[in-house]
């Protein structure tokens, strides 16, 4: 069973998120895997990975999985990068720009299918550590998978991994 081992506070300067948006009618089996699949297969992470430096952001080479949430309006799922703020969008692409931000971050251990669907569980634990997980100007939630190296891509001796889960705070 996946379980929570960190929980830390991050800066983050001004951003701008580049990639494709999904909603739940793109799910296929209940997940967005196939749509990674086709993400990674079109190329966009090698363009992507040439953007994605941002300094004083030291997991600014992970790939996200960028999720927004509003009551009432369709959930959006995005996959792509960070990249530093005002980067031209590539073709095919758009973009979310985020301000400066404090991100409450949720160290997920587990095997790799143990971690996902964690984000209401590092909510309530971020709360439980003081933190307040802030909405947008819009009253909408965006909070994301960071796929940190080599966190999430090398699995320790029980073949167990990290998946971080970031809230904005």
Wanted: net charge negative; hydrophobic share 35%; glycine share 10%.
């Amino acid at each position: 069973m996946a379980k929570i081992v960190n929980v830390y506070k991050q800066s983050v300067p001004v951003m701008r998120f580049i990639g494709k948006k999904y909603g739940d009618e793109d799910r296929v089996d209940g997940t967005f895997s196939a749509k990674w699949g086709e993400c990674f297969d079109s190329g966009m992470f090698e363009t992507l990975e040439k953007l994605a430096v941002i300094p004083g952001y030291e997991e600014s080479s992970a790939y996200i999985g960028l999720m927004r949430w509003k009551d009432g309006e369709p959930f959006q799922y995005w996959i792509g990068m960070f990249t530093p703020e005002n980067i031209p969008v590539p073709e095919g692409l758009s973009y979310v720009d985020f301000p400066a931000a404090d991100l409450g971050v949720c160290w997920v251990y587990g095997f790799e299918h143990e971690v996902y669907g964690k984000e209401g569980k590092c909510a309530r634990r971020l709360k439980e550590e003081g933190f307040e997980v802030k909405a947008d100007e819009h009253g909408a939630y965006w909070f994301f998978e960071r796929y940190a190296c080599p966190r999430f891509t090398d699995p320790d001796e029980e073949g167990k991994i990290i998946l971080d889960i970031c809230h904005f705070v």
